[in-house]
């Protein structure tokens, strides 16, 4: 029976939707009628109608909404909500549960099919129509977890040639820029499914070549674990009006330029741009948010500045970056869209003649190198050399290209409002 009845997996998923209400945009199988008893099959439909509404389904709005649509006793009143938010279960366990709760719902309606069969066979005068409604109840059960992401050939050629076609009679070749040309031409730019790695030592511009790309208007999300929103925001006007980011930082600003600074800031206030500060690690949390925002919003680009921020500092945090790397590899591919991830560098860098970062410098860092697509190292030469002739060049140094050539790509950097230009 407890293949049919599942009740402790509906518990679990019911309870952890509760506590992490971000969770239900990880949903991806369940429907409300796949729960086994009434109560649980209101309370899930509850939450995916808020989410539907582009709310996150929290514990007092879905009260209040049980409420308003008088379905709080149908659902088991307080009592019941109550238990559940007070139980305890491991959130990386959500889809194990999922898949649970479905082989259930999935057993539960092989045994209603085959209590019909009998009567099918003996009333059913079209012995083929029969056989076409029991092989049409299978195929809709073998529909969830089962070869989703498996095409025929025919079906992966026509969506190639689909896309190769708009390209080609698109006078604009690349889809999402990195508000770069010389870089554009030498990566395709932003390609829907990669995964970038960006890296360099501190002070190399990994977080002013962020806030240069997400400028372009690209619908973008950002998790930012360094520094605050304000912060952010100040880089970014800073980029735009050309006044000192110390400056405007401190209020150091005159008339002329506080009338700069606003027009810039109607300028950008309508960007696709949206900003995740909440300084929270957990890789679970931040897919569900990028899921979300992938479906209210359609973003095509994630940047997460920076990834060692999303681990802990223990002898286990070159593993979890791996894992943390090749989950964002897997959310690339399957939301259709380009993850960005900047990294830290170790100092081993700076014992050698040469300071440019080179590919195994991302060897201590997980599967950071196996799992790009496009690694790209920051260097400036000015951070060690003060007598550098060019105070102001930026190497872009292309380590790694998985369907593209490597190489450099010359820049310029303003230390001041941290604005990166084209080399002419």
Known sequence: MNNLFNADAETAILSILLKNPEKIYDVKYLEYFMFSSTPNQHLFNEMETLRNLNYIPEYNLLVAHLNQDQKLDIVGGIDYLNYLYSLTYDVNNFQEFEKIVLNSYKARSLMMLSSKIPDLVIKESDIDGAIDY?????DKLLDHF???NTVKLTD???SAWNRLLALAQSENKIAYTTGLKNLDGATGGYIPGDL???????GMGKTAFMCNSILTGIPTLIFSREMSKEILIYRLLSIKTGIPIFNIRFGMVNQKELDQIAKSMEEIKDLPIFIDTSFISDLGYIVSVIRKYKKNYDIKTVHVDYIQLLAERTMESTHELGQISRAFKLL???LDMTSILYSQLNRLVELRDDKRPILSDLRQSGNLEEDADLALFLYRDIIYNKEAKDKKALELLIRKHRNGPIGLVNAVFDDDTNRITERI
């Open 134 to 138: 029991i092989r049409s109840v299978v």
């Open 146 to 148: 089962k070869g989703e």
């Open 156 to 158: 992966a050629m026509r």
């Open 196 to 202: 970038w790695i960006i890296a360099g030592r501190p």
């Open 332 to 334: 690339s591919n399957d």
